[in-house]
């Protein structure tokens, strides 16, 4: 091997060994990620803190759990209410004498939705709408104007836009917060772009602003 050979392959392994490095080193920034962002949690060092009645929740079946815009946490428990400041439970019951507290101690649903408005459906089938500068709950019953019943509320969602949307096991229901309009949407056997059927699970809106 004459001498130009020698030093074009020691040239090409110094070049191999540098890229080597260069690649290794990617690879660790690229695995630690951003500087100022955490590593995620050794899932083998979580630690629980655990919450029941001796605690002040109101009761020991948690149902749903939504978080306001101050930074509450909202617990709907089978009897009760319950927000959470970090420090103590404060306990939302009904009241006969008062239209403004929740209609059924029952909670079933919870949603804070795209405009910081808090959400919940009680056990008797009640939307309510929590005002936070009030301290109370305006009561929404979801009644159709050709008296068909919409008694069981399955899903909240709330768009993009803000809109409301609640799926029962009697069709879709839409509402628009500034115009406090109600619409209805069920199956018609007659008309082939309507709902397949009147009982709604789930609603998703996608990337593309598509309602499922």
């Not at 392994?13 to 660790?28: D, E, H, Q, R, S």
């Not at 899932?43 to 029941?52: D, Q, S, T, V």
């Not at 319950?82 to 029952?106: A, W």
């Not at 803000?162 to 018609?188: A, F, Q």
Request: negative net charge; contains cysteine; glycine residues 8%.
């Amino acid at each position: 091997m004459n001498n130009h050979l020698i030093k074009s392959w020691k040239f090409f392994k110094i070049l191999l060994w540098t890229v080597g490095v260069f690649l290794a080193a990617g690879n660790m920034v690229a695995a630690q990620g951003p500087a100022d962002e955490p590593l995620p949690p050794d899932i083998h060092n979580l630690r629980f803190e655990r919450y029941g009645l001796d605690e002040g929740l109101s009761q020991s079946s948690v149902v749903c759990i939504v978080q306001d815009a101050q930074g509450f946490m909202w617990f709907g428990t089978q009897d009760g209410l319950n927000r959470y400041d970090g420090y103590s439970f404060e306990v939302f019951r009904n009241h006969p004498d008062d239209v403004h507290s929740l209609s059924d101690n029952q909670i079933v649903r919870c949603l804070r939705d795209q405009r910081d408005i808090l959400w919940f459906v009680t056990g008797d089938g009640i939307l309510h709408r929590y005002d936070v500068a009030l301290r109370r709950f305006e009561r929404y019953a979801i009644e159709d104007p050709q008296e068909i019943g919409v008694r069981n509320i399955r899903v909240l969602y709330s768009d993009v836009a803000g809109v409301l949307w609640i799926g029962t096991s009697g069709g879709l229901v839409k509402h628009v917060p500034e115009t406090d309009v109600w619409t209805y949407y069920r199956h018609d056997p007659d008309d082939a772009q309507s709902l397949g059927h009147n009982v709604v699970y789930a609603i998703l809106e996608d990337r593309a602003g598509t309602l499922w």
